[in-house]
């Protein structure tokens, strides 16, 4: 039969905290790269004189952003004035919405017409 003695019973003590803080510490990285995933999903990139995705599905509540990586300026408007039309963007910069009642939101950039998208809306 083995007896712990005291210093044994801290030493096991303090490898079970430890192995508690680095299993925690595991969750929560792939968390955040779970949430990471979410946010780029809901990312629409402004390049070439064209959106991509073209089109994304998102729940309602969910924030949508735009970024330009063109040189030249782009808008973000709905065409049936779903949500609030941007300020032309100019490279690197973002415009971010939250999405709305569920459905399917078309928008164009009003620089360049030809450059169309589409929001899905889920509840």
Same mark, same amino acid.
Request: hydrophobic share 35%; proline share 3%; charged share 25%.
């Given at each position: 039969?083995?007896?712990?003695?005291? +210093?044994? +019973?801290?030493?096991?003590?303090?490898?079970?905290?430890?192995?508690?803080?680095?299993?925690?510490?595991?969750?929560?990285?792939?968390?955040?790269?779970?949430?990471?995933?979410?946010?780029?999903?809901?990312?629409?990139?402004? +390049? *070439?004189?064209?959106?991509?995705?073209?089109?994304?599905?998102?729940?309602?509540?969910?924030?949508?952003?735009?970024?330009?990586? *063109?040189?030249?300026?782009?808008?973000?408007?709905?065409?049936? +004035?779903?949500?609030?039309?941007?300020?032309?963007?100019?490279? *690197?910069?973002?415009?971010?919405?939250?999405?709305?009642?569920?459905?399917?939101?078309?928008?164009?950039?009003?620089?360049?017409?030809?450059?169309t998208g589409i929001i899905i809306i889920e509840k």
């Amino acid at each position: 039969m083995i007896t712990l003695t005291s +210093k044994n +019973k801290m030493t096991a003590l303090l490898c079970g905290i430890s192995f508690l803080n680095l299993s925690l510490f595991a969750l929560a990285g792939e968390m955040k790269d779970a949430n990471d995933t979410t946010t780029k999903q809901d990312r629409i990139e402004i +390049k *070439d004189f064209a959106f991509n995705p073209q089109t994304i599905t998102v729940k309602s509540g969910a924030k949508v952003t735009w970024i330009n990586r *063109d040189e030249e300026p782009h808008t973000i408007v709905s065409v049936e +004035k779903q949500f609030k039309k941007s300020t032309a963007l100019d490279t *690197d910069q973002e415009f971010t919405i939250t999405a709305g009642t569920p459905g399917t939101y078309n928008y164009f950039c009003s620089v360049h017409p030809k450059m169309t998208g589409i929001i899905i809306i889920e509840k």
